[in-house]
């Protein structure tokens, strides 16, 4: 492994880190539910009539669950290069021996 790739590992290590942070942070939680709930409650009383108003309601609380869904894809990322980097070294490790 070399450095760049090292350094790419690190980057995605310390994405998944701020990440994490975020996802836990009780007030990102919130605004999240909040959205969400505005957005399905905005959705089921939209009017028959309104099938522009329901798809741009429709598409903002699917992306209220694609930027939760990003932020989880990063803390996994996060752990795939954990494992990488701790193998990595674990490999230099045996060779000293």
Do not use: C, H
Request: aromatic share 8%.
């Amino acid at each position: 492994m070399d450095n760049s790739e090292q350094d790419k590992l690190n980057q995605e290590l310390t994405q998944a880190n701020k990440a994490k942070a975020l996802f836990q942070d009780p007030l990102l939680k919130d605004s999240f539910d909040k959205l969400r709930t505005l957005y399905s409650e905005s959705l089921f009383n939209t009017g028959a009539s309104e099938t522009d108003a329901r798809e741009k309601l429709w598409l903002a609380y699917n992306v209220v669950n694609k930027v939760e869904q990003n932020l989880l894809e990063m803390i996994d990322t996060g752990k795939l290069a954990s494992k990488q980097l701790e193998d990595y070294r674990k490999s230099i490790d045996n060779k000293k021996f």
